[in-house]
């Protein structure tokens, strides 16, 4: 039996048809599990751990939407220990000494889920420290934070940290075909593209603007509802930009976005990198480029370009969307007013050049390493 003071979510009962579809939808097995293959296939340590139950306190980062909570819940299902749940924004200190407590008083091991771990402060987490290291409680702890930074070196040496990656648009797309089987929907192969692009790999984000879709519109007389891009555009609030990411849509904004940036013309650069970011352009894709003209367009003419597009390389790979958005808004301004000096790129193509059509010259007697 699990304690019926944390784990109301996690009692085993067939799910009220109000709930969210991303709730209903829930995998109840590993095997209905969607993603994170580097973590749980077949033979892997996690996927071995849980199997077995037999895990350890183990911590879980990354994105919302790709199965950290779905995880756990799979977890609480097949354990045979006692499974509590308590969410650290909405949890103190009183409530981690019961629960400690609770654990220490009963002979079978006691899992306990951290919900948003890196909201707990210094003395919550010196709090389960005793508990995780003697093994009394074996802890499972979710955030999307980087869990280096938000949690104490103690905790975290005596828990194995799992990250947990954005699901792909294969995965996305296994997702909607359940969907699809489950609530009768024809989807549009535009509307499903849509749909998967802007959920951006989040599994819950695309749950709810497909509820959003089906709960406002009519069946046919077939009995299934058809989606459409205009019903995808509207349930996830995204316009479909026409812009294709392997193809001429890509090359061509990104050739107006660097000609404009070459020009001077501001605005226009503007334009061409909101329309590649509303697309779902990838950030580090556009910040190379930028890294490239500081140095190929810029240059010498103002080498701070460089520097700053270095810190913004770092701003992007660090913060992420949407965030730094404005970190690319703002070195494209830079760049697109800075001065401009093609002499790097120039002179290097020259003497490339004469490597290449010219005699090799042996190195000079007064500058070889003597």
Known sequence: MKDTDYTDLFQKKNISQKEPLAARMR????????????????????RRAIDSDNLSSVIFHGPSGCGKSALAKIIADKTE??????????????????????AENREK????????IHHFNKSQQDCL??????????????TTGNPYFYINSALLSRSMVFEFKKLTADELKKILDRVACKLKINFDKEAE????????????????????????????????????VSVAEESIQKKNVNYDK?????????????????SGNTDDALYWLAKMLSAGEDPRFIIRRLVIFASEDVGN?????LILASSALKVVEFVGM??????????TIYLSRAKKSREAIDKIEESTEKIEKEKIIDVPEELKNK
């Open 27 to 46: 995998p109840k097995t590993l095997d209905e599990f969607v993603g994170q293959k580097h973590i749980l296939a077949e033979g892997k340590l996690l």
């Open 81 to 102: 220990a006692s499974f509590c749940e308590i969410n650290a924004v909405t949890s103190g200190v009183d409530e981690l000494r019961k629960i400690v407590s609770s």
């Open 109 to 116: 091991k006691t899992i306990l889920l951290v919900d948003e």
């Open 129 to 142: 420290l005793p508990s995780v290291e003697k093994g009394t409680i074996i802890m499972i702890g979710i």
């Open 193 to 228: 593209n849509h749909l998967i692009k802007y959920s951006e790999g989040d599994a819950r984000r695309l749950l709810n603007a497909v509820e959003i879709g089906y709960s406002t519109s009519d069946k046919n007389r077939n009995g299934f509802i058809d989606f459409t």
């Open 246 to 262: 392997k193809g001429d849509g890509h090359y061509d904004t990104i050739s107006a976005f660097i000609k404009s940036m070459r």
């Open 301 to 305: 003419a103002d080498p701070s370009a």
């Open 322 to 331: 949407p965030e730094s958005k404005i970190t690319l808004s703002q070195l």
